[in-house]
């Protein structure tokens, strides 16, 4: 890797929401990320930009990609970090047998996540890279490996769960993430579920960063399609919008 300079990571992972999540996750350490939609533009990719590693979902194509970077005329095979929705023995195997370096089952934590890019850099090309625990969104600070949320004055501490269902929502920041989204990022495609699953975990996170729906000044609700983030303390005194005020 470049002394001094980012590391390049590059995404081939079929969701969106889950490609922005990882996204912001690696902002806490020097990383730069490109996104692939499919396995010829990851494979335009490794050859035009090189990445330093690659994070693979092997549900879309994975092991076609492998198998080019096998047949690829370099000196050097970029890393692996797998990502599948199949978190049976048998996979993980077939996976590490196709050449992966290491695999992770969707949903993962932003923490897990991170620890294994770490790990693997650092045995891939014997180096540490630097890295900032805590990341700034707004006016909220996240310190990702002690689970410790700063807002304003407030020091909470969030579950795995609660830390996870945060960065989903700052990772697309203004905008809606429907419930649906929600559930299946964080529980799971096959995850069966009551029906109130996903607002009362929302609830609860409202309540530990002492956000009010009414008066939204972390995360607004938008009736009848999911929650927006809002990454700023200003918006606390802003009159709230008619249709986020709505409802819960």
Same mark, same amino acid.
């Given at each position: 890797?470049?002394?001094?300079?980012?590391?390049?990571?590059?995404?081939?992972?079929?969701?969106?929401?889950?490609?922005?999540?990882?996204?912001?996750?690696?902002?806490?350490?020097?990383?730069?990320?490109?996104?692939?939609?499919?396995?010829?533009?990851?494979?335009?990719?490794?050859?035009?930009?090189?990445?330093?590693?690659?994070?693979?979902?092997?549900?879309?194509?994975?092991?076609?990609?492998?198998?080019?970077?096998?047949?690829?005329?370099?000196?050097?095979?970029?890393?692996?970090?797998?990502?599948?929705?199949?978190?049976? &023995? *048998?996979? =993980? %195997?077939?996976?590490?047998?196709?050449?992966?370096?290491? /695999?992770? @089952?969707? +949903?993962?934590?932003?923490?897990?996540?991170?620890?294994?890019?770490?790990?693997?850099?650092?045995?891939?090309?014997?180096?540490?890279?630097?890295?900032?625990?805590?990341?700034?969104?707004?006016?909220?600070?996240?310190?990702?490996?002690?689970?410790?949320?700063?807002?304003?004055?407030?020091?909470?501490?969030?579950?795995?769960?609660?830390?996870?269902?945060?960065?989903?929502?700052?990772?697309?920041?203004?905008?809606?993430?429907?419930?649906?989204?929600?559930?299946?990022?964080?529980?799971?495609?096959?995850?069966?579920?009551?029906?109130?699953?996903?607002?009362?975990?929302?609830?609860? &996170? *409202?309540? =530990? %960063?002492?956000?009010?729906?009414?008066?939204?000044?972390? /995360?607004? @609700?938008? +009736?009848?399609?999911?929650?927006?983030?809002?990454?700023?303390?200003?918006?606390?005194?802003?009159?709230?919008?008619?249709?986020?005020?709505?409802?819960?």
């Amino acid at each position: 890797m470049p002394a001094g300079g980012p590391a390049r990571i590059l995404v081939m992972v079929e969701q969106p929401l889950i490609v922005q999540v990882i996204k912001l996750t690696l902002n806490h350490a020097v990383y730069v990320t490109r996104e692939a939609r499919d396995v010829p533009e990851a494979t335009a990719a490794l050859g035009e930009w090189q990445p330093h590693l690659a994070v693979i979902d092997m549900d879309i194509g994975g092991d076609l990609l492998l198998r080019h970077m096998d047949g690829a005329a370099s000196p050097t095979r970029t890393p692996v970090l797998a990502l599948t929705r199949r978190g049976d &023995l *048998r996979t =993980k %195997l077939a996976a590490f047998e196709q050449g992966v370096d290491d /695999i992770m @089952t969707i +949903p993962f934590s932003p923490e897990e996540l991170l620890a294994r890019v770490i790990a693997i850099t650092r045995r891939s090309y014997g180096q540490s890279i630097p890295f900032n625990p805590v990341l700034k969104l707004g006016e909220i600070e996240i310190d990702i490996m002690h689970r410790l949320v700063r807002a304003g004055t407030s020091e909470l501490h969030l579950t795995g769960l609660e830390q996870s269902l945060l960065y989903l929502l700052a990772a697309r920041a203004g905008q809606v993430v429907t419930r649906d989204e929600i559930l299946d990022t964080l529980w799971g495609v096959d995850y069966v579920s009551e029906s109130n699953v996903v607002d009362r975990h929302v609830r609860n &996170l *409202r309540a =530990k %960063l002492q956000n009010d729906w009414r008066k939204p000044r972390f /995360i607004a @609700t938008v +009736p009848g399609k999911g929650y927006r983030f809002i990454p700023t303390f200003s918006d606390r005194e802003r009159a709230p919008d008619p249709v986020e005020a709505a409802g819960a």
